[in-house]
Nanobody, 122 residues
Framework: VQLQASGGGLVQAGGSLRLSCAASGRTFSRYGMGWFRQAPGKEREIVAAISGRDGSTRYSDFVKGRFTVSRDNAENTVYLRMGSLKPEDTAVYYC????????????????WGQGTQVTVSS
């Protein structure tokens, strides 16, 4: 599976962005998908995850109520809608695919996209 993340950019605090992650290959629904971020000097952290078939989701506390993860299996794409953005959300955001229905961990994902920069100005 090859993943291509897009949609990052510069936005003011309080603004919104939608990230997309397009996957190659077939049977996209077999993969649990995750969004991660890594800020300079910090470790990579999980932001949200979504299961392959039933669309169950989970979020880290620092984005609950502000971010929404979704997926379109017919289009082989997973999305991360980010709202009420804060300067501390500034990071490179990555999508990843796991060869299991759902995975809530920074470790264990099998395929990673290249990352897209999100910068939130105050």
């Amino acid at each position: 599976v090859q993943l291509q993340a897009s949609g990052g950019g510069l936005v003011q605090a309080g603004g919104s962005l939608r990230l997309s992650c397009a996957a190659s290959g077939r049977t996209f629904s077999r993969y649990g998908m995750g969004w991660f971020r890594q800020a300079p000097g910090k470790e990579r952290e999980i932001v949200a995850a979504i299961s392959g078939r039933d669309g169950s989701t989970r979020y880290s506390d620092f984005v609950k109520g502000r971010f929404t993860v979704s997926r379109d299996n017919a289009e082989n794409t997973v999305y991360l809608r980010m709202g009420s953005l804060k300067p501390e959300d500034t990071a490179v955001y990555y999508c990843a695919a796991a060869e299991r229905q759902f995975l809530w961990s920074v470790n264990g994902y099998d395929y990673w996209g290249q990352g897209t920069q999100v910068t939130v100005s105050s």
